[in-house]
């Protein structure tokens, strides 16, 4: 039981380059998020999706897209990667709304 | 305004030293306080999910309790494998799916 996993674990990108982050969870849950954490601004939601097929905005949307096709699969896509979008990348996964969330180990993206 | 506040923000303490870190929230309709641990590089770790004031979960040297308006994380006897950060995070009615964090405590156990 992985729990859950997060590809690529790091990954430089120049400024105007597209990347997907890849969130795989084997604990059956309904309820995945994309998280960013930066020194001094904590953990923030980019999106979240409630089930199969269904996203939404979380906190931070801008300039991110996610897709949920497989219940087990969460990503989390950079159409024009800017400096901005230098972070650590996290995702999670709960049994439902307002359960424990799960966190994988993580994505550090630096964008030149 | 809905908010996690943490204290200290950082906290050293000799080994066997017991302490405690403090989560207090300002949020109405509190559905879940939640603590992790988080060790550098990594993802936070799940630790207690508490749901009612007066709830208390214990794991091997650590006691999470909640109140109305705050939250304790008791570590007792702590070892140096203790060094971490400590996250705690709200779920609360008005914030659907959203989980609030505090900024964290930095604990360092020396030995």
């Known amino acids: 039981n992985a729990g859950v996993t997060q590809t690529p674990k790091f990954r430089v990108l120049k400024t105007g380059q597209s990347m997907t982050l890849l969130c795989a969870q084997d604990?059956?849950?309904?309820?995945m998020y994309w998280y960013r954490q930066d020194p001094g601004m904590g953990l923030r939601l980019i999106h979240y999706?409630?089930?199969?097929?269904?996203?939404a905005k979380g906190e931070v949307p801008d300039g991110y897209n996610v897709s949920r096709l497989k219940k087990q699969n969460f990503l989390l896509g950079l159409e024009s990667a800017a400096p901005s979008q230098t972070s650590v990348y996290f995702c999670?996964?709960?049994?439902?709304?307002?359960?424990?969330?799960?966190f994988g180990p993580g994505t550090r993206l630096l964008v030149l | 305004e809905d908010q996690v506040t943490q204290s200290p923000e950082a906290l050293r303490l000799q080994e066997g030293e017991s302490s405690s870190l403090n989560c207090s929230y300002t949020?109405?309709?509190?559905?879940?306080l939640f603590w992790y641990r988080q060790d550098p590089g990594k993802g936070p770790e799940f630790l207690f999910t508490?749901?009612?004031a007066g709830e208390e979960k214990e794991k091997e040297r650590l006691k999470a309790t909640l109140t109305k308006k705050e939250s304790f994380l008791h570590i007792t006897a702590p070892k140096p494998e203790d060094s971490a950060t400590y996250l705690c995070?709200?779920?609360?009615?008005?914030?659907?799916?959203?989980?609030?964090f505090g900024g964290g405590t930095r604990l360092m156990v020396k030995p």
């Open positions: 999670a996964s709960s049994y439902g709304i307002h359960k424990t969330q799960y």
């Open positions: 604990m059956n849950h309904e309820y």
């Open positions: 999706s409630v089930g199969e097929g269904t996203t």
């Open positions: 949020v109405s309709g509190l559905r879940g």
């Open positions: 508490l749901y009612s």
């Open positions: 995070a709200v779920s609360y009615n008005n914030a659907g799916n959203m989980l609030t």
